[in-house]
């Protein structure tokens, strides 16, 4: 398994998580380049705080904001919020891993702040702003001004994401005044919709993340494992199962990060990386 999945399964872990919470089951985590830690996470809970813009994302840059950014720092002390203003540049060493695609106000949030690269599983249909409805994130997005651009890569975990997703509305209808009939309520769990690659990457750039065998599933609008595989190529318990200590231990690895020293925001952090990959 690649780096890059065992984090996009942390944040697959903290969707279940959400599932388990009331919440739609959208997360991610915050990772730095530099350390290949995960410095930040958010879930999604616009039910409980009663919010409708308590995305996972903009949770992850609070967070982010609270534990590293301090108040005397280099932010400025501009109070947590999202808007790229007084925000350190520590951010362009950061790459997320979200479950679902950015909406087109988190995607809009992480290229202000300068994130380096966005990994999502699903594609978000309705409001993707990573190349599904708008892509805020390509150099082509002028709306934008000067901030640089982001790499978005879907994919990862991607039938894992949907499922979740899959069980959240089965329960909503189940919750609806005028329930369905129980044979609503069978999830689909075979078919999945095609990955238009195209929409959202190069082919040379599929090939440099995904090697050069898998072309094939590029050209074929297919994903990265499934048709034909055991369990239609998904990690079952990783969604079928509670995760109810996932939050206690992503916040322990950062408590240990903090302690450690290794990580600060501004030069000295970064500093601080590069003599960690020197040593
Ligand atoms: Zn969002």
Redesign the pocket.
Known sequence: MTEDELFMRDAVRLARHALDHGETPVACVFVSRALREVVAFGVNATSRDHCG?A????QAIRQWQERWGGSGGASGGTGGEATGTGVPGSFSDLCVYVTVE??V???SALRQIGVSKVYFGCANDR?GGNGTVLSLNSPQSRSLGATPPYAAVPGLFRREAIMLLRYFYVRENDKAPQARSKGNRDINTRDFPPLHWGRYIGREEFGREFGSRELHRYDDDLDLAGDGVADHGIDWTLIDSRHDRIVDALTERLDTLERSGRYHFGKKRKIAAESNIIT
């Open positions: 813009t995305h996972a994302e903009l950015p909406c106000m988190c995607a409001f």
